[in-house]
């Protein structure tokens, strides 16, 4: 044999060698690690079963019943934006349309949107809900007000004009409050 074989057949019995015993030691390793390994997640899986989370005060009922609520108060958050005088106004007037045609397309309007929102009372606190019917009747009320100022020939124009003003008058829209006091609720959810 040559010394060039030797030297090669010694290369790789070291290399062979080497390697098995890094297996080895890997191995042992392991073999010595798997039980704190095991003995970790025991604990750990115990640790999770006992602990409850600061945040998970939430039954699960109320778990449920919160994305409900909140979906009724942006509901009726839009309700209430949508019925006030000015904003109804712009959505519902058209050009031909006289006073009374429009005083009755708004409060139709407000009567629609009230009933479609009519079920959203069993989430929203008593009183809210008696804030939102007295804004959808003080919105009738300034619309009857208005068109009450006018002869039922004039244009919806003159109609707007006078529901315009009287709300510029009063400051304090039920709407507002209505709306304030919703928000201020739905945010206590939160």
Partial sequence: MSKLQSMDNFFWTTLIT???H?????GLGALAAWPLISYYLRLKNRYNKTFVPVNNDISDSKRITLPLKLQAYERIVMFLERIQPANLVMRV??????VPELQLAMIRTIREEFDYNLSQQVYISPTAWEMIKNAR???ISIIN???????PQDPAPALVRAIFDIS???E????TAAL???KDEARLLM
Avoid: G, H, K
Wanted: proline share 0%; hydrophobic share 45%; charged share 25%.
């Fill in 18 to 20: 080497d390697v098995i």
């Fill in 22 to 26: 890094a297996f080895m030691i890997i």
């Fill in 93 to 98: 007037q058209r050009s031909e349309m006289s």
């Fill in 137 to 139: 009747e003080e919105s």
């Fill in 145 to 151: 007000r208005a068109a009450a100022q006018l002869d």
């Fill in 168 to 170: 510029l008058e009063n």
């Fill in 172 to 175: 304090n829209l039920a709407t």
């Fill in 180 to 182: 304030n006091y919703v």
